[in-house]
């Protein structure tokens, strides 16, 4: 069995979610996970990195380990029918050209052939809830415990992939010693079972950066979703693995 590794686990729940998938113009879809760029962008909320600090949100990423667990799924346990809600936003960039600079919005507005309005759709998963897991990849690594405390007293607002997506609950951080990732969701589930957790039904598959040091995986998937440039939007491939959690019965 291997040696016991420090992991830092949380929950991330509430009424709407959205995790942005690769797209571009009016479709805005969402994916069925909290991508690594999303949830690190949560951890660097709430530890106070401003978005324009670009080697702070890499060094996230170089040094911090991921793996996420789904729990919920648009309102439905995670062998139910996913609920999901669209929604639209509208966006206007006004032409302007050499002989006319926009100083107002009530500039803009006085020209309504030029406003270049700009329709996209959005979905959101009506209901969802996901276990995370992060865990130290280098001694660079910002210490676990100071992440911890950053979640209950977050700098920034904490949002579930989108700001009209909040929290519904705290993240509830715990540190747990496992040897394996799914002996320490296992864990992190008991130590809560009677908390806002008794709610949530726990997944049965982990998705997780590809030095878990868990055992051999089921699937691989490659993700682009870590950061190269947070203020440009800019990003890599990242391998995941797929784990099993254990069954109860096994686990009794």
Not at 200 to 212: F, M, Q, S
Request: aromatic residues 8%; proline residues 8%.
């Amino acid at each position: 069995m291997a040696d016991p590794r420090s992991h830092l686990l949380f929950t991330l729940a509430g009424p709407m979610a959205a995790f942005g998938d690769v797209t571009v113009g009016q479709l805005r879809s969402t994916w069925d996970r909290p991508s690594k760029s999303a949830v690190l962008g949560l951890v660097a909320a709430a530890l106070g990195i401003p978005r324009a600090q670009s080697a702070d949100h890499a060094r996230l990423h170089a040094t911090l380990g991921f793996a996420v667990r789904v729990d919920r799924l648009g309102e439905a346990p995670h062998d139910r029918p996913a609920i999901v809600l669209r929604d639209y936003h509208t966006a206007q960039a006004p032409s302007s050209g050499r002989d006319r600079r926009w100083a107002t919005r009530r500039d803009e507005l006085a020209e309504p052939d030029r406003l270049n309005t700009v329709l996209s759709d959005r979905w959101y998963w009506a209901g969802f809830a996901a276990t995370v897991a992060l865990w130290a990849r280098s001694s660079d690594a910002p210490p676990l415990a100071d992440i911890a405390a950053a979640l209950d007293r977050p700098a920034y607002a904490l949002y579930l992939g989108r700001k009209s997506c909040p929290l519904s609950q705290p993240p509830a951080p715990r540190l747990i010693d496992a040897p394996s990732l799914p002996a320490a969701f296992a864990a992190y589930d008991e130590a809560l079972k009677d908390g806002a957790r008794a709610r949530i039904t726990a997944g049965p598959v982990l998705w997780a950066d590809d030095d878990h040091e868990s055992g051999a995986p089921d699937q691989c998937e490659v993700r682009r979703d870590t950061v190269v440039r947070r203020e440009a939007w800019v990003f890599e491939d990242r391998v995941q693995h797929r784990l099993l959690m254990p069954s109860p019965e096994a686990s009794a």
